[in-house]
């Protein structure tokens, strides 16, 4: 039997195919908790413009009485208040009536707060739980709460993840007899063979999903050789700077990953759509679980 006939009819006995089946479940296995993370932080952020706009901070008054304080004079407010913080900004409104914002970073990490720009007190934070919760959110799902660092490991995640799609669909073709079945779910079986079912019907259902955000977010934290490829296919015209073809592409490379176009119908497909590798990451070490460790344990000692 040749090659193309093992694939074809039998690719279980391609060693070939054992040896992406390993890739796939130690690299899974490696960044699963990882996917789970950047999964559900992307799922949520999708709705990051309506929840900033719920939980957008209202106007905070205060009792007008004499002269605002000068900004030195509610710097040291500030720091009298929070003596292990920097005061990085102050921001006087308009509206005499309206609390001053100052901001505080400690460690790099900025935190709003509003002060009473005539008595210097401390109204609170300004910014909400809900609010606040979106933004550390985003930091985390781009950043991984690590700056340019978490950004770049961001990618080599990305990458992984391509990959992981790419072996995953290697590995689901179960030869060309019994292809139609792997592509359902029989919900009448036994836990175990259930959990295979989704697991294959998941990943071979959402495949172009799962390969379409690992290679978009490829670009978004590791952007230059994409840029670069794009001034080579389509230099920039450095008199007229015209627009190009190869930047309306790259554009909607971003808009496909975060899901800004078509709508609420597409945020929220993203949105569910999003939950599918964290259940893949599920179903795949139930079944590590199964087939490696549960036997290993329940194996008598000597």
Do not use: C
């Amino acid at each position: 039997m040749t090659l193309r006939e093992q694939w074809v009819h039998q690719p279980q006995t391609l060693w070939l195919r054992r040896m992406i089946f390993q890739i796939h479940l130690w690299s899974g296995l490696a960044i699963g908790l990882y996917i789970v993370a950047i999964s559900i932080s992307g799922s949520i952020l999708i709705y990051r413009s309506e929840l900033r706009q719920a939980y957008e901070p209202q106007p905070h008054f205060v009792s007008v009485s004499g002269q605002r304080l000068t900004e030195e004079e509610l710097t040291a407010h500030a720091t009298e208040a929070y003596p292990d913080d920097q005061v990085a900004r102050i921001i006087f409104r308009e509206d005499p009536s309206r609390a001053a914002t100052v901001t505080l970073t400690r460690d790099g990490a900025p935190t709003q707060l509003l002060f009473d720009p005539y008595t210097g007190a401390d109204l609170g934070l300004r910014l909400p739980v809900p609010y606040r919760l979106t933004t550390w959110l985003l930091d985390l799902h781009d950043n991984l709460l690590y700056g340019e660092t978490g950004r770049r490991v961001n990618g080599l995640g990305a990458i992984i993840l391509t990959l992981l799609a790419g072996s995953g669909a290697v590995i689901w073709w179960p030869g060309v007899l019994t292809w139609k079945r792997s592509l359902l779910v029989d919900w009448r079986a036994h836990w175990k063979r259930l959990n295979w079912n989704l697991h294959s019907a998941l990943g071979v259902w959402f495949f172009l999903f799962v390969l379409m955000w690992g290679i978009t977010g490829i670009y978004l934290t590791i952007p230059e050789p994409f840029n670069f490829i794009a001034d080579t296919i389509e230099p920039i015209d450095e008199e007229t700077f015209e627009p190009r073809t190869v930047d309306t592409i790259l554009y909607w490379i971003a808009s496909v990953h975060f899901g800004r176009f078509g709508g609420t119908a597409t945020k929220l497909s993203w949105f569910v759509i999003g939950l599918v590798p964290p259940a893949l990451f599920l179903t795949g070490t139930l079944m590590w679980w199964n087939r490696i460790i549960r036997p290993r344990l329940s194996k008598p000692s000597v």
